[in-house]
């Protein structure tokens, strides 16, 4: 156990769990990243700026660094939270839980990426669910919303699956490339029926303080 409660969280499902992503398990995550395949290939997954994209070293150090800075970042104005997914124990991904002024609006964003092996099978739309049930069971969350470029069939795939409905589009540049981003918005009251007794919170009510709950 950490003394830093956002280190305590986790979310468990049947089939993937969230462990709040300590340094252990990022120097686990290290191989996959410095092997480059997280953004290996097309559609690039990503908007500038991104650290995913340098070349390594520069790569995992980039990556290393920005989970520092964004885990020491935390206050009711803004945090970000940071989990490992995991299977069986093993790591192969990350999904994140951002949270803007988030004790007025209520609203979070998410974010998450895959090892390549990992994929297909369905662990993203389960890890999304799972950070879901964090932020509307364990926050008490209003809304979440996401966003992906209109090529990524996936983060769309699993947004539309899990009861997201459309909510406008805009742009951004990846490798410096213009290209056309969806949005996404799933309210409280659509989330509601879909909430499954299978998911596990564990850490919750320690957390709530630090960010400002």
Do not use: H
């Not at 500038?48 to 964004?70: C, F, I, K, N």
């Not at 609006?105 to 990992?118: D, I, M, R, Y």
Request: with cysteine; glycine share 10%.
């Amino acid at each position: 156990m950490s003394n830093y409660p956002p280190l305590n969280l986790r979310v468990r499902t049947p089939r993937v769990t969230l462990e709040a992503a300590t340094d252990e398990l990022l120097e686990r995550l290290v191989p996959v990243v410095r092997a480059g395949l997280v953004v290996d290939g097309q559609p690039l997954p990503f908007d500038d700026p991104m650290t995913l994209y340098d070349e390594s070293p520069q790569r995992e150090w980039g990556w290393m660094r920005r989970v520092w800075a964004g885990r020491s970042r935390v206050s009711a104005e803004f945090w970000r939270l940071y989990f490992v997914v995991c299977e069986d124990g093993e790591p192969l991904g990350m999904q994140d839980l951002i949270g803007r002024d988030f004790a007025a609006l209520g609203t979070v964003t998410t974010f998450s990426w895959l090892a390549p092996g990992a994929r297909g099978r369905g662990l993203g739309k389960e890890a999304r669910a799972a950070i879901l049930q964090l932020a509307f069971d364990g926050f008490g969350a209003r809304e979440a919303g996401s966003e992906a470029f209109a090529d990524n069939k996936a983060s769309n795939g699993v947004s539309a699956a899990l009861g997201y409905s459309r909510n406008g589009t805009a742009w951004a540049t990846r490798r410096g490339e213009p290209a056309q981003l969806l949005g996404w918005r799933l309210t409280r009251d659509d989330w509601a029926p879909r909430r499954r007794a299978d998911i596990e919170l564990s850490g919750v009510e320690e957390c709530r303080p630090v960010l400002g709950l």
